[in-house]
């Protein structure tokens, strides 16, 4: 696997190099991570995966000083993986100068994650478009566990006419239900256990609807509950369509429950399409 993190050196080598199929990642690689390069080689001729810890998408008070970074694992795992290259800019490669232009995504960027993390598509969008810039993929993969962020990545590549296909990428549990996400492993012991609460309330409210209920804000105030009690803040549990997350609306449109709550400083999301 080669390692680059100069523009003109990752441009050059991919000179000539087939269909290539992009995996953008913030490192500290887990097993989900890992399906995404495994997707991507089945999709093109060449794997480029990135590491970037994007200070755009952090806002004043998250955790970008304090976001994991294990640089050498992720190295090992995603040559593992049969990735071909790996573009590890700095913040001076990315962001020689101030970001002054930005892709400002429209409405979607302030409901659900958006209303509690101000900027943070805005953020994801521009970073996303420039490494797209850079790479020049043909395919790019990105996990639906951060589906939000897929529709806004996938309606940025629509409208902004950019020739890449966007792949969505399953979500992997642990066996007990817990997404894998790097974040999990700011949580002690104790929450580790109770994590998987997230995911059993999610799919709760999915066999509900699935059984024929259709007052969808009832079974989201039902899980906040649930969540409350159990020592969770919770930023919201949404029943929402599919197509552009907008309340529910026809009676067969697919519908996704999403939810984000934090269980003692550490913020979880998680989503299940129903
Ligand atoms: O999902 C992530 O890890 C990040 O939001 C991404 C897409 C790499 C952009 O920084």
Redesign the pocket.
């Known amino acids: 696997m080669q390692i680059i993190s100069a523009i003109a050196d990752l441009r050059s080598a991919l000179k000539g190099r087939g269909r290539v199929v992009f995996v953008?990642?913030?490192g500290n690689l887990h097993a989900g991570h890992i399906s995404l390069m495994e997707q991507a080689r089945a999709h093109g001729d060449t794997v480029v995966a990135?590491i970037?810890v994007?200070r755009l998408?952090f806002g004043p008070n998250e955790d970008f000083d304090k976001y994991p970074r294990t640089f050498q694992a992720d190295c090992d795992k995603l040559a593992a993986a049969g990735v071909n290259v790996l573009f590890a800019p700095t913040e001076a490669d990315l962001y020689p100068e101030p970001q002054e232009y930005t892709v400002e995504p429209p409405a979607i960027q302030n409901i659900l994650d958006g209303e509690f993390r101000p900027g943070h598509f805005r953020g994801?969008a521009t970073?996303?478009l420039k490494l797209f810039n850079i790479v020049q993929p043909q395919a790019a993969v990105?996990?639906k566990k951060?589906y939000q962020?897929l529709m806004v990545i996938r309606n940025m590549t629509r409208q902004l006419a950019l020739p890449i296909d966007i792949i969505g990428g399953e979500t992997v549990r642990a066996e007990d239900g817990l997404a894998l996400s790097s974040r999990n492993g700011y949580l002690s012991e104790a929450e580790r256990a109770e994590a998987p609460r997230l995911y059993r309330l999610l799919n709760e409210i999915r066999t509900a609807i699935l059984s024929g209920e259709t007052d969808s804000v009832r079974l989201e105030n039902e899980a906040i509950a649930a969540l409350t009690a159990a020592g969770w803040k919770t930023d919201y549990v949404a029943v929402r369509q599919q197509s552009d997350l907008s309340m529910p609306k026809g009676v067969n449109a697919p519908l996704v429950v999403l939810a984000a709550s934090r269980l003692g400083s550490t913020r979880l999301i998680d989503n299940i399409e129903i």
């Open positions: 953008p990642t913030m990135s970037f994007n998408q994801v970073v996303v990105f996990g951060d962020q």
